[in-house]
């Protein structure tokens, strides 16, 4: 379902400052996943100056990607997309998904707006790594559509959207890509001489979205900086600008007996149940001096959000109308050392969150709970580059736990460790640019007996591996032509595996597997660059072919009183449904 949608949007920037302190370490130009952090040459000239008409359709041809290894986004093989502070001014959604589906390659689930992931090439969910600062979400979004992603997009100073050899470096789940959200939150620069405030305030007439969102930077005794965020948004239900249901379920509903289910052919206008309201508040400090930055920081969220109505078409079963009360509690960590040798820069990242959301039927009462607690944690040496030869090269490891509580329990209490080795080798020889990474990865996933879903103990181990090489030639000045081949392993998830019973708010009752083995992808994507002053041509060309793709397979039952269809990660379809097994399709797919 789709509107038009008008916005206003203000951005107001008010430095009593004349600008930032920039600053950098001889001999490096490395940034950990900051686009103001590095040359600040660049990043003076690319800042968007307020009242500059030229700079609302500024040239992104310099733009330098900081996600992984810092290079300009034309240096960077595979697709890519980047939305910078003067894109997302205008883009900012209330959503991750609903804010980048308008780039090349990029679109959107259809749960209701506030519940909206990115979508990229068509993979999504575990095939998609969503990160804040190149840490994942540590929340429960990849457990059901209907589950929002918890980052939120109105604080973000850059999004980016990797595919190709750079993905690899956060996890082999990345098959789709990476979305990496950089705020902020944990100071990179100091104020050069007094505080820092922005604002942005913004209204969308589609489902009369209001949105304020502001934040303050303090220097504090010697280098530290303290920063403050907050930002409220709310929204009603969204018109759709024409019918409810498409098409094909029309004629279903125009075709049933019933005569309530016909009068469903009828609906128009604005999406029933698909109003949201979110706050949010950080706290963060940071120490910097030149190249060395070492900080933390606390974000808190909170988000109440409708679920769109699944009508079914069978008659005597009750549409339910839920809402998801979702809340998290954050704590992030990063250290950046500059070091002299093979060496130039460590890195380290790390995050913990606590994780709830209660799904509550159209009375208010609470169906199920969902609770997650874990951890991520990245370690990084960034080499010096040598003759035109760089890279990083790391460790990752992830512990979470999974619980949910309620009538509508499906999944057992659970837990995911995975333990992850990467590198990311480049090498530059004049025209020529030659890219390649490797990962491998230990999981270990575990569930306990469970009396409610007759479920035994069970464990799975996976080791699993990835790599990827590509090259990139000037064949012309102005033009770059690039092919990469890449494979991607990864280990079933937790719900593929182990879940057995009804999801409410998505209206499925899923049923694992827990036999599944790893899912493969290889893939081929042919590049093309070209760069002629304000213009700028990217195009790809990208073929995959999976192996045990691990997909939703309907049984033909029903399970008591749930008309649902299975199963997470679904896209929402309203129709009449049965419940489904995850199985492996051992035949290839193209």
Same mark, same amino acid.
């Given at each position: 379902m789709i509107s038009s949608r008008l916005a206003l949007a203000a951005a107001l920037s008010f430095l009593a400052s004349p600008a930032w302190a920039e600053t950098t370490v001889a001999g490096t130009d490395v940034s950990a996943t900051s686009a103001t952090s590095g040359d600040s040459s660049a990043a003076t000239a690319d800042a968007p100056q307020p009242g500059n008409a030229d700079d609302a359709h500024h040239d992104h041809s310099d733009d330098v990607v900081v996600t992984g290894v810092r290079r300009k986004a034309n240096d960077v093989l595979g697709g890519i997309s980047v939305l910078d502070e003067a894109d997302l001014t205008r883009e900012v959604r209330p959503s991750i998904g609903e804010t980048l589906a308008r780039q090349p390659g990029v679109s959107a689930t259809s749960f209701g707006p506030a519940a909206s992931a990115p979508v990229l090439r068509g993979l999504s969910g575990d095939r998609v790594r969503v990160l804040t600062d190149g840490i994942g979400s540590l929340d429960l979004s990849s457990s059901g559509p209907d589950h929002a992603i918890s980052i939120n997009p109105v604080t973000a100073e850059r999004i980016e959207v990797l595919r190709g050899p750079s993905a690899l470096l956060f996890g082999s789940s990345a098959i789709g890509g990476v979305v990496n959200v950089i705020d902020a939150r944990i100071p990179r620069r100091l104020p050069k001489n007094a505080v820092g405030v922005t604002a942005l305030a913004s209204y969308g007439t589609a489902a009369n979205e209001r949105l304020i969102n502001g934040s303050v930077d303090v220097p504090l005794a010697g280098k530290f900086v303290v920063h403050l965020d907050g930002n409220w948004? %709310?929204?009603?239900?969204?018109?759709?600008?024409?019918?409810?249901?498409? %098409?094909?379920?029309?004629?279903?509903?125009?075709?049933?007996?019933?005569?309530?289910?016909?009068?469903?052919?009828?609906? %128009?206008?604005k999406l029933p149940n698909s109003a949201a309201e979110s706050k949010e508040g950080a706290i963060g400090l940071a120490y910097v001096d030149g190249g060395l930055n070492i900080g933390a920081s606390i974000t808190r969220h909170l988000a109440t959000y409708q679920v769109p109505i699944r009508y079914s078409l069978v008659s005597g079963v009750e549409a339910e109308a839920p809402t998801i009360d979702q809340e998290q509690t954050r704590y992030d960590f990063r250290a950046e050392i500059p070091v002299r040798g093979f060496f130039s820069q460590i890195r380290a990242r790390g995050g913990y969150a606590d994780y709830h959301h209660d799904e509550l039927d159209d009375t208010g009462a609470i169906g199920s709970s969902f609770f997650s607690k874990g951890g991520e944690g990245r370690f990084e040496l960034i080499q010096s580059e040598r003759a035109g030869w760089g890279g990083t090269s790391g460790l990752q490891y992830l512990d979470r736990n999974a619980r949910i509580e309620g009538d509508e329990k499906?999944?057992?209490? =659970? *837990?995911?460790?995975?333990?992850?080795?990467?590198?990311?080798?480049?090498?530059? =020889? &004049?025209?020529? *640019?030659?890219? &390649? &990474?490797?990962?491998?990865?230990f999981s270990k996933l575990t569930a306990d007996a469970d009396e409610q879903l007759a479920t035994p103990d069970r464990s799975r181990n996976f080791t699993t591996w990835s790599g990827s090489l590509g090259g990139q030639y000037e064949f012309s000045p102005g033009w770059r032509a690039g092919l990469t081949l890449s494979r991607s392993s990864r280990a079933p998830s937790i719900d593929e595996l182990f879940s057995n019973g009804p999801h409410g708010a998505s209206q499925s009752f899923e049923v694992g597997n827990p036999n599944l083995n790893p899912e493969t992808s290889v893939g081929v994507e042919a590049v093309l660059h070209r760069q002629s002053g304000p213009v700028t041509l990217n195009a790809s060309l990208y073929y995959n072919r999976f192996s045990n793709f691990i997909f939703q397979a309907p049984t033909g039952e029903t399970e008591g009183i749930f008309p649902f269809s299975n199963i997470s990660r679904a896209e929402p379809i309203i129709t009449a449904s049965r419940p489904r097994r995850w199985r492996s399709l051992v035949k290839r797919l193209a």
């Amino acid at each position: 379902m789709i509107s038009s949608r008008l916005a206003l949007a203000a951005a107001l920037s008010f430095l009593a400052s004349p600008a930032w302190a920039e600053t950098t370490v001889a001999g490096t130009d490395v940034s950990a996943t900051s686009a103001t952090s590095g040359d600040s040459s660049a990043a003076t000239a690319d800042a968007p100056q307020p009242g500059n008409a030229d700079d609302a359709h500024h040239d992104h041809s310099d733009d330098v990607v900081v996600t992984g290894v810092r290079r300009k986004a034309n240096d960077v093989l595979g697709g890519i997309s980047v939305l910078d502070e003067a894109d997302l001014t205008r883009e900012v959604r209330p959503s991750i998904g609903e804010t980048l589906a308008r780039q090349p390659g990029v679109s959107a689930t259809s749960f209701g707006p506030a519940a909206s992931a990115p979508v990229l090439r068509g993979l999504s969910g575990d095939r998609v790594r969503v990160l804040t600062d190149g840490i994942g979400s540590l929340d429960l979004s990849s457990s059901g559509p209907d589950h929002a992603i918890s980052i939120n997009p109105v604080t973000a100073e850059r999004i980016e959207v990797l595919r190709g050899p750079s993905a690899l470096l956060f996890g082999s789940s990345a098959i789709g890509g990476v979305v990496n959200v950089i705020d902020a939150r944990i100071p990179r620069r100091l104020p050069k001489n007094a505080v820092g405030v922005t604002a942005l305030a913004s209204y969308g007439t589609a489902a009369n979205e209001r949105l304020i969102n502001g934040s303050v930077d303090v220097p504090l005794a010697g280098k530290f900086v303290v920063h403050l965020d907050g930002n409220w948004q %709310k929204s009603d239900d969204l018109r759709t600008g024409g019918h409810i249901l498409s %098409k094909d379920l029309r004629e279903q509903a125009l075709a049933s007996p019933d005569p309530e289910i016909q009068t469903l052919a009828d609906l %128009k206008g604005k999406l029933p149940n698909s109003a949201a309201e979110s706050k949010e508040g950080a706290i963060g400090l940071a120490y910097v001096d030149g190249g060395l930055n070492i900080g933390a920081s606390i974000t808190r969220h909170l988000a109440t959000y409708q679920v769109p109505i699944r009508y079914s078409l069978v008659s005597g079963v009750e549409a339910e109308a839920p809402t998801i009360d979702q809340e998290q509690t954050r704590y992030d960590f990063r250290a950046e050392i500059p070091v002299r040798g093979f060496f130039s820069q460590i890195r380290a990242r790390g995050g913990y969150a606590d994780y709830h959301h209660d799904e509550l039927d159209d009375t208010g009462a609470i169906g199920s709970s969902f609770f997650s607690k874990g951890g991520e944690g990245r370690f990084e040496l960034i080499q010096s580059e040598r003759a035109g030869w760089g890279g990083t090269s790391g460790l990752q490891y992830l512990d979470r736990n999974a619980r949910i509580e309620g009538d509508e329990k499906f999944l057992p209490d =659970s *837990r995911q460790r995975q333990a992850g080795l990467f590198t990311l080798q480049t090498l530059v =020889s &004049g025209p020529l *640019r030659v890219e &390649g &990474g490797a990962r491998v990865e230990f999981s270990k996933l575990t569930a306990d007996a469970d009396e409610q879903l007759a479920t035994p103990d069970r464990s799975r181990n996976f080791t699993t591996w990835s790599g990827s090489l590509g090259g990139q030639y000037e064949f012309s000045p102005g033009w770059r032509a690039g092919l990469t081949l890449s494979r991607s392993s990864r280990a079933p998830s937790i719900d593929e595996l182990f879940s057995n019973g009804p999801h409410g708010a998505s209206q499925s009752f899923e049923v694992g597997n827990p036999n599944l083995n790893p899912e493969t992808s290889v893939g081929v994507e042919a590049v093309l660059h070209r760069q002629s002053g304000p213009v700028t041509l990217n195009a790809s060309l990208y073929y995959n072919r999976f192996s045990n793709f691990i997909f939703q397979a309907p049984t033909g039952e029903t399970e008591g009183i749930f008309p649902f269809s299975n199963i997470s990660r679904a896209e929402p379809i309203i129709t009449a449904s049965r419940p489904r097994r995850w199985r492996s399709l051992v035949k290839r797919l193209a």
